[in-house]
């Protein structure tokens, strides 16, 4: 039987609007193309080195997501361009309090994967989602809508990972850009025992609460 595509009307309020991804990503333009949208790539010049000791994780990742988000609205509102629709999103990966983003090093990576193997503290994945919507009624030329999705992942026991593991894992480099120094799209789920919330949530980008947020800002209000 032929698989027919979703019919919404989130879709036919985005019909020939600019929809703009201020990430770029390949995981959450992957996601974002799944749920059905069409977009262009305008990666952020967002410096994100806001202060970590200072500020909450779910705070942090809002605050870079929104900077990520704002910082493409101002860089094409100077070229003359207002996009419809902007979307951002920041992850970091949480535990014991301390806020885990991409490893500086090989060396910091193998640290951080023994420290999440050894503790087996369960890790909080944070993924700030940013929609900047075009409003001329506002002084600021937009309105904003945000959301904050946490999922759970927990580490296999230190009996199933070796540290001989851990050392060719980071030598494959697979987990060398992505928050918490290991992918799920790859050999890195093999040191993964657990995922409780939304899988799509660990790879950036919450498939049921971004379609709701965007939703949200085009129809509900």
């Not at 201020?22 to 994100?48: C, D, H, M, W, Y």
């Not at 090989?106 to 087996?120: A, I, M, Y």
């Not at 904003?144 to 001989?164: A, G, K, L, R």
Request: aromatic fraction near 8%; hydrophobic fraction near 40%; include cysteine.
């Amino acid at each position: 039987m032929e698989i027919k595509p979703f019919q919404h009307s989130v879709y036919d309020h985005l019909d020939g609007k600019d929809f703009v991804l201020a990430l770029t990503s390949p995981r959450r333009s992957l996601i974002l193309k799944e749920l059905g949208f069409s977009f262009r790539v305008v990666g952020s010049n967002f410096p994100e080195d806001l202060d970590k000791a200072s500020m909450a994780p779910r705070d942090y990742v809002l605050q870079t997501a929104i900077g990520k988000g704002k910082a493409v609205w101002d860089e094409l509102s100077l070229k003359g361009e207002t996009p419809y629709l902007i979307l951002s999103a920041d992850t970091v990966v949480e535990c014991d309090g301390k806020i885990f983003e991409k490893p500086r090093s090989k060396e910091h990576q193998t640290e951080v994967l023994k420290f999440f193997r050894d503790s087996q503290i369960p890790q909080q994945v944070m993924t700030a989602v940013v929609l900047i919507r075009r409003d001329d009624a506002q002084a600021c030329g937009y309105r904003m809508e945000t959301m904050v999705e946490v999922s759970i992942e927990i580490m296999d026991s230190p009996e199933n990972i070796s540290d001989d593991f851990i050392a060719r894992y980071v030598d494959t480099n697979e987990g060398a850009s992505v928050a918490g120094g290991y992918q799920l799209l790859g050999m890195g789920a093999l040191m993964v025992k657990e995922i409780r919330g939304d899988y799509r949530n660990v790879l950036g980008l919450p498939f049921r609460t971004t379609f709701k947020l965007i939703e949200k800002i085009l129809i509900s209000t």
